[in-house]
């Protein structure tokens, strides 16, 4: 089965110079130009050996890191068509482990693995160069290899399983906004970096945070020792092993599901509705979603909260402090504030709470769906805040310690606001007037506290490592980043449930506040 797979991989590159002359002609000027670039980047990593120690671990992790990272987005966001999907198997009868083996395998017949291959013997020689051993360098870039062939097969299985059926103008969007998470930040990077005094430190800091993470561990391994070693080499195992296991999963999915062709004219006009899943909730976040992009109120509160975060540093920078670190204070007060902006928003949503209400929607699906919308704003837009942040303290080394605090900030007031939404609404301004204009209400302020308050104080842990990390190293940025990320997941997945829990129960009192308003 392996061998005729592989026959039939080749048998499709070597059909791809059948076609027209002029067709063949672009094909063959663009595998020229690409073999000219791998072969350039191939000789420049392979000097790299004679390079000062330093230099060559900073620029091969940084380099491969890219390449993992690669692997795994441009295959979901490309939408191309896989000669390989397992499905195109299904009717051999084939177990999902035997077959998604066999897939990877004739995965390394392509122009993608052929160019990583070459990556890897360059970058064993000039590992070698440097004084590692040949079998620790050629089994890193064995492990570098299969991570970018698995993520790669795991970025196609799930694009065609969630994305090749709802392409349109917003799943368009939303893979741009996905994609500007990844790239500004880089882009922004890569501009600050001054190489006139040789290496920049930032891209050493970079390269030290990457030989930790997942894309970047297996191109850490040869150039390390002791516990460093056993470090990046347990990260990059395991990332293997997670998307072998993910790979498998996807493999028997698509191989045991069957998806119904939906014609392309029955989706056209949808919009939000044929992007978001078929579930309660992603029918609940499309609507959120089209009400939020099209209320002047929604969109006033958007327009606030970065100018809000920007106007409270002024009197500090008047007072004379100094810009590096007034820099660090608008990202956290974003993320807190975009947060708490879900604290009540089912009062802004009064005119359609009764079809949830009276559909039977399950409370977990009604939170989840109202999260959507703040989400898809909030996180491209805490991204760039934070990179522009970061960039202008000049410290690359606390990225992670400022994304960790972020996020607790933002899940923590999001995971709050979906309790006291359900549990305690107050009137806002009624739909239909100017986003300004100010209710009358008999409350609401314990609900505006307890979010605000209650998301720094959950977040305490989060804002100390965070404030370790700027007075003691950035040896507390990882404990920062993690630390608020679990924070943040967690307390957001209680709220959404006890929330969920409060509106089932209170639905009848959340219509009655729905018709007083």
Excluded: K
Excluded at 134 to 145: D, I, K, Q, S, W
């Amino acid at each position: 089965m392996v061998a005729h797979l592989l026959g039939l991989r080749l048998a499709l590159l070597a059909g791809s110079v059948r076609a027209r002359p002029a067709v063949v002609a672009r094909r063959v000027f663009a595998t020229l130009a690409l073999v000219v670039a791998v072969v350039a980047v191939c000789v420049a990593v392979v000097r790299l050996g004679d390079a000062a120690s330093g230099t060559a671990s900073t620029l091969l992790i940084t380099a491969g890191s890219f390449i993992v990272a690669g692997f795994l987005l441009v295959p979901l966001f490309a939408g191309a068509e896989d000669p390989l999907d397992p499905r195109r198997f299904g009717p051999l009868g084939l177990p999902p482990g035997r077959l998604a083996a066999t897939i990877v395998l004739a995965s390394l017949v392509s122009v993608p693995a052929m160019v990583v291959i070459a990556f890897g013997v360059a970058v064993v020689t000039a590992w070698t160069q440097q004084g590692a051993s040949v079998p620790l360098a050629v089994f890193a870039a064995v492990l570098g290899l299969a991570t970018c062939v698995v993520g790669a097969r795991c970025a196609m299985a799930i694009g065609a399983l969630a994305l090749r059926d709802r392409r349109g103008p917003q799943l368009t969007g939303l893979l741009v906004v996905a994609a500007s998470v990844l790239v500004v930040p880089a882009a922004v990077f890569l501009v600050s970096l001054d190489w006139s005094g040789g290496l920049p430190t930032q891209l050493t800091e970079a390269a030290s945070a990457l030989a930790v993470s997942p894309i970047g561990a297996a191109w850490a391994i040869p150039l390390r020792a002791g516990g460093d070693l056993a470090r990046a080499a347990v990260i990059a195992l395991l990332t293997l092993l997670a998307l072998v296991l993910l790979w498998w999963w996807l493999v028997r999915r698509m191989l045991t599901t069957t998806q119904r062709p939906v014609p392309v004219r029955e989706r056209r006009g949808l919009g939000w509705f044929a992007v978001m899943p078929g579930l309660p909730s992603g029918v609940i976040a499309a609507r959120s979603v089209v009400y939020w992009f099209s209320d002047p109120r929604h969109l006033a509160n958007i327009v606030i909260v970065p100018i809000a975060s920007l106007l409270v540093v002024v009197p500090l920078l008047v007072v004379g402090v100094p810009v590096q670190t007034v820099a660090l204070i608008p990202p956290p007060l974003m993320a807190l504030l975009l947060g708490w902006l879900a604290h009540n928003d089912l009062a802004y949503d009064s005119t359609g709470i009764w079809m949830h209400i009276a559909s039977g929607v399950r409370g977990i699906a009604d939170r989840v769906g109202r999260l959507a919308p703040i989400m898809l704003i909030s996180v491209p837009l805490l991204a760039a805040a934070i990179t522009l942040s970061v960039w202008v303290h000049d410290r690359w080394s606390i990225l992670p310690a400022m994304v960790g605090v972020c996020v607790s900030l933002f899940a923590c007031g999001l995971g709050l606001g979906s309790v006291t939404s359900a549990a305690a609404p107050y009137a806002v301004t009624r739909p239909g007037d100017g986003p300004f204009e100010q209710p009358q209400r008999t409350g609401g302020g314990m609900a505006q506290a307890l979010v605000l308050f209650g998301a720094i104080v959950v977040s305490a842990p989060a804002l100390w490592w965070g404030w370790l990390t700027l007075s003691r190293g950035a040896d507390y940025a990882w404990t920062a980043l993690w630390g608020g990320i679990i924070i943040g997941a967690v307390v957001l997945l209680a709220g959404v449930i006890v929330g969920g829990v409060v509106f089932e129960r209170r639905s009848s009192r959340l219509m009655e506040f729905a018709e007083t308003m």
